[in-house]
């Protein structure tokens, strides 16, 4: 058993006590304790580890009844960072956000016209169905190749390919109609 | 908020916590679950006519030992599930006994049954809506499970999802057999068993966003 094990367990007993000091002590020596461990999991530049860290020390607080002393501490620490880490990870995916002091790119130049052509392009793949969107999307905007897509979405990369097709289809068959409409 | 702030304030509350976690509010969701559950039986299907006299036979009994042994393991496995970095082996080990014997139970009776028998030993009546029944009887109690799990720390939200829709099922099963009057181990044994697993694979299937905490 380690040494942080036996110190972290006395601290732990003795708060679950009670003992407001060592409770303290406790999650003191937590907070340097995820630090290391989220800089370790997160890309050097990431802003989210002390976001991280106090998000996980909340946790810890409101579950600490969760934790049956006859268990070693440590893994049930690292079970619930672990959860947090991997919670962060799936929203990180699902809306991709990017840093304060980096966001000044996102609106540097005059990109209206870039803008305003994204905007047609959103619209006419509004009209498609999810799936092919997605495809769309992943494939044609975001560079991703369809072997990717297919690891991603669990499809086979076929099914995948057969999608992307149709949805291009699609899409040029909307365009043209629009044309149509435009040139009437 | 500085890291150092947020210790400060949490560390302000008083740190006890009582042992038993939060398994005795889940252990009470769960009694209400089944209270629901049971209403819900008695007003949409009503008890078996012949309940009195079938308490005095074995295979009520073993309807009942079969169902409630599940649920019992299928809780600690919930509990367990319920604690971060708590092992599993032991519970997911003890839940295969309750079924091996009724598996050996069933496989004993259509041995023994005459050849004519066996599929109305299998089949009994009420197949077609037996599992259906226990599914729809387990879902106020899978409801009352995940809120009590949600209020421990599950970090294996699929596998705490499945546990839990596997408690809902066998609990739910134990209610139906109020009900139902099929008295075949091998009925049981395929029938009510696939009842508690198409609970417990919805509990899987449904974990990973309604366990989120």
New interface residues.
Partial sequence: MSAAEVHLKTLMLAALAGDKAAYRGLLGALGEQLRRYYRRRLPPSDANVEDLVQETLIAIHSKRGTYDTALPFTPWLYAIARYKLLDHLRRVRLRPTVPLEEAGDLFAGDESEAASAKLDLEKLLAALPASSQAIIRQVKLQGLSTADVAARTGKSEVAVRVGLHRGLKALSEKLRERQDRADR | ?Q?AD???R?????????????VVPLAGLLVGGCIVSFLVMWAWLGFRPDLAQAVATSAFWMKFAYTLTLAALCFWLVERL?????GIARPQRMILLPLAVIFVLAIAQIATAPAALRMHLLMGASSHVCPWRIVALSLPIFVAAALGLRR??P?RLVAAGAAAGLLAGAMGAWIYAFHCDESAAPFIALWYTLGIATTGAIGGASGKWLL??
Avoid: F, K, Q, V
């Fill in positions: 908020m890291t947020l210790i400060d949490l560390s302000s509350e008083d740190p006890i916590a009582p042992r038993s976690g939060a319920g604690r971060p970095g708590a421990l720390a970090t989120r905490w």
